[in-house]
């Protein structure tokens, strides 16, 4: 295991190790996988990429692209990836979310809001498989702009 030699990256990569696990074995193991995946969420969103010293890059990767998952928003006018992140990031930071149940009862998705600067809040339903293919893209994306050496 060891000391990760980027933390930023390793903690979202291992965070997703930890995520596969917990999907595989939640039933035999009383597990709770979409907590786990929030928990992910949290540890891949909360370091403000942005403001780095490479942030400028991040921001270009960003801006204009389309988030890679569908999903329900009430905003004026679509999102690009980089606005969705900032509704992520500072929904998970103010505790706004809400789990969506199923008609059996299992989280079938999450949803997020965000109020800023006096605007009209936004809020964004997410699926659950759709917030994994989102961490890992994210990831991905995060490894591209900041290459290890």
Same mark, same amino acid.
């Given at each position: 295991? @060891?000391?990760?030699?980027?933390?930023?990256?390793?903690?979202?990569? &291992?965070?997703?190790?930890?995520?596969?696990?917990?999907?595989?074995?939640? &039933?035999? #193991?009383?597990?709770?996988?979409?907590?786990? !995946?929030?928990?992910?969420?949290?540890?891949?969103?909360? $370091?403000? =990429?942005?403001?780095?010293?490479? @942030?400028?890059? =991040?921001?270009? $990767?960003? &801006?204009?692209?389309?988030?890679?998952?569908?999903?329900?928003? *009430?905003?004026? @006018?679509? !999102?690009?990836? /980089?606005?969705?992140? #900032?509704?992520?990031? #500072?929904? /998970?930071? #103010?505790?706004? !979310? &809400?789990? *969506?149940? *199923?008609?059996?009862?299992?989280?079938?998705?999450?949803?997020?809001?965000?109020?800023? $600067?006096?605007?009209?809040?936004?809020?964004?339903?997410?699926?659950?498989? @759709?917030?994994?293919?989102?961490?890992?893209?994210?990831?991905?994306?995060?490894?591209?702009?900041?290459?290890?050496?």
């Amino acid at each position: 295991m @060891g000391i990760p030699s980027n933390p930023l990256l390793d903690i979202m990569r &291992r965070s997703l190790v930890n995520l596969d696990f917990v999907e595989a074995n939640y &039933r035999a #193991h009383d597990l709770y996988e979409v907590t786990q !995946l929030v928990n992910t969420f949290l540890g891949a969103f909360i $370091h403000p =990429f942005e403001k780095s010293a490479s @942030g400028v890059a =991040f921001i270009r $990767h960003f &801006r204009k692209r389309q988030p890679p998952i569908a999903f329900e928003a *009430n905003a004026e @006018g679509d !999102l690009d990836y /980089l606005q969705f992140i #900032h509704v992520v990031r #500072h929904a /998970l930071a #103010h505790g706004n !979310l &809400r789990y *969506n149940a *199923n008609t059996i009862k299992q989280i079938e998705s999450i949803t997020l809001w965000n109020t800023t $600067h006096n605007q009209k809040k936004i809020r964004i339903t997410v699926s659950i498989a @759709g917030m994994k293919t989102f961490l890992i893209d994210f990831k991905n994306s995060i490894e591209k702009i900041y290459p290890t050496k």
